[in-house]
C-alpha cells in the first residue's frame, strides 16, 4: 500500500519540478493529487505520462492526504500547513514561514537526518532556502572533520529562484537588448539581462538582506550554531542553477587534497576539481542534476587552516524540489509514517 501526496503550488517552476522528481525516483505513491489557487483550478500538470488536473486548496480535504508538499509561497504556508498538519497529513514547506520555527524540523537530508524526528510537534518540516541548501552539504562533512570557524560566501543566483516571473523578464530584457527596444524591469529592481544585482529579497536594519540574512540563520540551526557566516547574495543572469564562492576558516588543519578526498565520499557531493581549462562545473552543466557540484577546492592563505571553494547546483532541485522529496523519503526510510488506507 502507497501513500497519498498532494503538491501545493504545482503549477509553479517547484511544483512542477517535484511532480517531475516524483516520477522519476519512483516515490511510493499510490495516489498524487495537484493543487494550486482558484485561478489555476482546472489547469493541467505532468506527472510522468500522466497528465493530473490540478485542485483547489481551499477545497481540499487533507483527512485522507499522507504527505503535503507545500511549494505557495510563505503566506500560503502560514495560513494553510497548521491546519493542514492537524489533519495528521505531514506538510513539507519550502517557503520560509517555518524556517525558523523551534518546533519546526529544518532538514537536509544529507546534512542533520536526526532531526526529522521533531517533525511530531506540529507535522510540519521545513526546507530550507536553495542557496543554503547547497551550501551546507558542502559544508557539513567538512565541518565533522576539521570543525569550521567561519565562511565567507558570495552567491551567484540564477532568476529561476524568482520564479517565473523572473525567468520571463530574462529572456524578455534579453531580446529587446539585441532588437534595441526598450527594456523594462518588473521582477527586479535593475535590469538583469548582461548585469548582476547584488540585492535578494528584502533589506534589514544592518545593510544585510534577508536572503543573506537567511543563509546565517539556517547554517546555524542545521549545522552548528556556533559557526560565524557572513554572505552577499547576487542575482546574476543565467536561467537555472545557483553558483557560490566559499572560503571556509577551520578550528583544525585541513588540506585541499584532505578535503577533496572528504568531499568525494560525501553524500549528495560530486567533485570535479581539475586544474585545466573547463575542469569545473558551472550552472549551465548543473541544471537538471542532483548533485551539489564541488570544484576549485584550494588552500587560502590568508588565513589559518583556511580554505577556499566553488560550489554549484540546480536551485529547482536541490536548493528545492529534490530537497522535498528527499524529506519524505527519509520520513519512510525511517518509518515515522504509515499510509493512512493502510493503517485503516
Known amino acids: 500500500m502507497g501513500f497519498k501526496v498532494a503538491v501545493v503550488g504545482a503549477t509553479g517552476n517547484v511544483g512542477r519540478e517535484m511532480l517531475n522528481i516524483l516520477e522519476e525516483r519512483g516515490f511510493p505513491a499510490d495516489e498524487v493529487v495537484a493543487l494550486a489557487s482558484r485561478r489555476s483550478q482546472g489547469t493541467e500538470v505532468s506527472y510522468g505520462d500522466r497528465t493530473l488536473k490540478v485542485k483547489t486548496l481551499d477545497q481540499y480535504d487533507f483527512s485522507d492526504t499522507d504527505i503535503c508538499i507545500m511549494s505557495a509561497g510563505g503566506e500560503v504556508s502560514k495560513q494553510w500547513s497548521p491546519k493542514i498538519g492537524k489533519q495528521g497529513c505531514v506538510v513539507i514547506d519550502n517557503s520560509s514561514a517555518f524556517r525558523y520555527d523551534q518546533d519546526v524540523p529544518l532538514i537536509v537530508p544529507e546534512v542533520n537526518p536526526d532531526a526529522i524526528s521533531l517533525f511530531s510537534r506540529k507535522n510540519i518540516i521545513a526546507n530550507p532556502n536553495c542557496s543554503t541548501a547547497q551550501l551546507v552539504v558542502a559544508l557539513k562533512p567538512l565541518h565533522d572533520v576539521a570543525k569550521i570557524k567561519r565562511v565567507v560566501v558570495a552567491t551567484y543566483q540564477s532568476v529561476s529562484g524568482a520564479g517565473k516571473e523572473g525567468m520571463d523578464e530574462l529572456f524578455t530584457q534579453t531580446r529587446a537588448v539585441f532588437v534595441a527596444d526598450s527594456v523594462e524591469n518588473k521582477k527586479f529592481t535593475k535590469r538583469i539581462a548582461f548585469n548582476v544585482i547584488p540585492h535578494i529579497d528584502v533589506f534589514l536594519d544592518d545593510g544585510f538582506t534577508k536572503e543573506e540574512w537567511k543563509m546565517v540563520a539556517e547554517t546555524k540551526k542545521m549545522i552548528d550554531p556556533k559557526i560565524k557566516l557572513t554572505a552577499t547574495c547576487v542575482r546574476v543572469p543565467v536561467f537555472i542553477g545557483h553558483s557560490e564562492a566559499v572560503n571556509i576558516e577551520f ?3 585541513i588540506t585541499a587534497d584532505e578535503a577533496r578526498d572528504i568531499l568525494r565520499e560525501a553524500p549528495g557531493c560530486q567533485v570535479i576539481d581539475k586544474r585545466e581549462d573547463g575542469g569545473y562545473i558551472t550552472p549551465l552543466e548543473s541544471a537538471g542534476e542532483d548533485a ?15 580554505l577556499a571553494m566553488w560550489i554549484v547546483s540546480d536551485n529547482l532541485r536541490k536548493g528545492a524540489a529534490l530537497n522535498a522529496i528527499q524529506i519524505a523519503e527519509l520520513l519512510i526510510e525511517r518509518g515515522l509514517i504509515q499510509p493512512k488506507k493502510q493503517a485503516a
Open 251 to 253: 578550528e583544525t588543519p
Open 292 to 306: 551539489t557540484f564541488i570544484s576549485r577546492i584550494r588552500e587560502d592563505s590568508t588565513v589559518e587552516n583556511g
